[in-house]
């Protein structure tokens, strides 16, 4: 059998060693390696201004950083949700005591339907907690009118959409939080680590102190916190990468338009990004015709060394720990979506490798 050379789903992003290490080198001289030290407060500053936000706190990753949003916004009783997305945002919710109610998604972007949103609010419900599916918007018009008619809060789950705007602003600026991972794999990594996102200065300084157990001084504490700091090592990671933020978005835009080029007339679908989106391109998803027609590409793929992704599947409401929903969209979806390889390495020949599969085999 023919030796391919192996094609993963994903790598980090290769942050340049020397640059990491010249900051390593002032973490050691000052001796302070966490608590809100010099480099994660100059890794928020960076990422704050680069972003056009107006509240940010870098956090431990990005799970934590959603269970402080559930808990500064004091959610109970039942929330909103998608069935689509990582496991994180569900079981953080199930984590803090909060029954996720699971509606379903528009085919175009698989993000929250706000129709299905507003049919599924009862006296219980307290917050709509959503994705930015691949970094495409949710509907944030639509949805803000809901929970503002509602009274409803609303959390962003907004680990994929780094660099996305809607508008022409962040994606990160919408709701009452939005948070964010920077775990290796994500378009911006700080190996580990996350953010909480506010244009509100009193939820912003809650999560201040909930990440710190509630420090408002050395023996002052300001109701229940944990700990959800990120060290001064991984804020290093973060802020290097910030630097090459724009280049790490430009050869996710490249990598994307090679993908288009090469898979015209291939029998997969692509999402839309709705009018005013520039989308971030952190993932290239694809809807084959079929469960079959997936499972087929991805032995041929397989075969090849290459490694697609069946992401997001299954449906986040056939897990065991929450009760099912008739989600007609988000069933059928789940069984046919995946991301194909993408990473800052990629090349054109390794995405023709990869399309020649898809246009044969899809
Ligand atoms: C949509 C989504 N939400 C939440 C998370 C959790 O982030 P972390 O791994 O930083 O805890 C991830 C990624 O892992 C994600 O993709």
């Excluded at 994903?10 to 010099?38: A, H, K, S």
């Excluded at 639509?142 to 660099?163: E, M, N, P, W």
């Excluded at 990160?172 to 290796?184: E, I, K, M, P, V």
């Excluded at 449906?315 to 009760?323: A, G, I, K, M, R």
């Amino acid at each position: 059998m023919a030796e391919y050379e192996p094609l993963p789903v994903t790598l980090p992003f290769p942050t340049p060693r020397q640059e990491v290490f010249d900051l390593l080198n002032g973490i050691w001289d000052r001796n302070w390696l966490t608590n809100n030290g010099p480099v994660l407060r100059e890794f928020e500053a960076t990422f704050t201004r680069t972003f056009g936000l107006e509240h940010v706190k870098v956090v431990g990753n990005g799970t934590v950083a959603l269970q402080l949003a559930y808990q500064a916004l004091c959610l109970e009783g039942e929330v909103i949700t998608t069935p689509i997305s990582y496991i994180a945002t569900t079981s953080s919710l199930v984590w803090e005591r909060c029954k996720p109610v699971f509606v379903d998604v528009l085919p175009s972007t698989l993000c929250l339907d706000p129709e299905a949103i507003e049919a599924a609010i009862t006296d219980r419900t307290t917050a709509i907690v959503a994705t930015h599916c691949y970094g495409l918007p949710c509907d944030v018009e639509a949805i803000q009118t809901i929970a503002d008619k509602h009274g409803l809060k609303v959390v962003y789950d907004a680990a994929h959409a780094v660099g996305s705007t809607f508008k022409g602003r962040s994606l990160l600026s919408f709701g009452d939080y939005s948070t964010t991972s920077f775990h290796a794999t994500k378009l911006l990594h700080a190996v580990e680590g996350g953010a909480i996102i506010s244009a509100n200065a009193t939820l912003d300084r809650k999560i201040f102190l909930n990440r710190n157990f509630g420090h408002n001084g050395p023996e002052d504490f300001s109701g229940v916190g944990i700990n959800g700091k990120m060290s001064e090592f991984h804020a290093a990671v973060g802020l290097v990468n910030m630097r090459h933020a724009g280049a790490i978005l430009a050869r996710r835009k490249q990598a994307h338009a090679w993908y288009d080029a090469a898979l015209q007339g291939a029998a997969v679908e692509k999402l839309a990004a709705p009018e005013g989106t520039d989308w971030n391109c952190s993932y290239y998803p694809v809807l084959f015709d079929s469960e079959a027609a997936l499972l087929r590409t991805f032995e041929v793929l397989a075969a090849h060394g290459i490694t697609a992704r069946r992401y997001f599947y299954p449906s986040l409401d056939t897990l065991d720990f929450v009760d099912p929903a008739v989600l007609p969209v988000a069933h059928d979806v789940t069984r046919r979506v995946a991301c194909l390889p993408l990473m800052y390495q990629l090349t054109e020949a390794d995405v023709a490798r990869v399309a020649g599969i898809v246009c044969q085999h899809a």
